[in-house]
């Protein structure tokens, strides 16, 4: 099972409105996109379940900084380690730790990193940011610390060494087992329900232009959005569908819904740098 898984010149910006039915206010975030490697040539038919299998695409590999608050919250951490370099071609590469610097803060700066799956494009970089707290589904990390390894069980797109660093930061009381839907942050809720590894997350942000959900691998790329096609890779289909119907319903506009690895990305928002454009 195939898995997947810039500079910035940016001021994090914290606002406050009021929130109905609740006397705590709503925190409003500035969200980026910051790509930090492509992987040329992939099939379309390995991101888009139907899909044509002669198309490729260029793919962006990519992380989400969520600023505002006092906080600087990552959303994935790439890959670095040299065996994915054997296993892939890989274009135009940034450490992702060297990506965020670009985008604003240094390394040790970064206040949270939220996996959205154990995916080594998605968690492999998680031990490059040292004072991170780190925010992963309990069922995610159970299963692959676990399961996974035993007999019918499945691990696809797991590094040993990730879970290794996975198991290191639960000893360290840096790991936060995250409990199907909940807010995590304030105003910053992940989500199950994608299917994409066994309990895969995706996040919503509030935002001065509304509501953005980052789906990471729940959607790989817009095309899942625009023709409800599931990803080519998940546990459940079904389940990836109603997720993605989730998503729109929580972002209000599908143009606020923004995927794990589409190119299209660095075009369709506003450009801050090369590499990086604000989303929200």
């Not at 925010?135 to 299963?143: H, L, P, S």
């Not at 972002?251 to 995927?259: L, M, Q």
């Amino acid at each position: 099972m195939f898995a997947l898984g810039c500079w910035l010149v940016a001021i994090g910006a914290w606002q406050t409105t009021p929130t109905v039915g609740s006397q705590s206010p709503t925190a409003i975030y500035e969200v980026y996109a910051i790509r930090y490697a492509v992987i040329p040539d992939f099939p379309v038919a390995g991101l888009v379940a139907g899909a044509d299998g002669q198309r490729k695409i260029d793919i962006a590999m990519m992380v989400w900084l969520i600023r505002g608050g006092g906080r600087n919250v990552l959303v994935d951490a790439g890959f670095y380690r040299p065996q994915f370099f054997k296993s892939w071609k890989v274009r135009d590469f940034v450490r992702p730790d060297d990506a965020v610097a670009r985008a604003g803060p240094r390394p040790q700066e970064i206040t949270d990193v939220i996996l959205s799956h154990a995916h080594w494009d998605h968690t492999d970089g998680a031990d490059l940011f040292p004072k991170a707290q780190i925010w992963i589904q309990k069922d995610e990390y159970r299963y692959y610390t676990a399961d996974a390894w035993q007999p019918g069980g499945k691990h696809g797109g797991i590094d040993p060494d990730d879970v290794q660093m996975l198991v290191g930061f639960n000893m360290a009381s840096r790991l936060h087992l995250v409990d199907g839907d909940q807010e995590i942050l304030p105003g910053i809720r992940v989500y199950t329900g994608g299917r994409h590894t066994y309990a895969s997350q995706y996040v919503s942000v509030p935002t001065r232009s509304g509501t953005i959900v980052l789906a990471s691998d729940n959607m790989y790329l817009y095309e899942n959005l625009e023709k409800r096609a599931p990803i080519a890779q998940t546990f459940d289909a079904a389940s990836n569908l109603k997720a993605q119907d989730h998503m729109k319903e929580i972002a209000g506009d599908p143009k606020r819904v923004v995927p794990g690895h589409d190119p299209a990305v660095m075009t369709r928002f506003p450009q801050v740098a090369p590499g990086v454009v604000r989303v929200d």
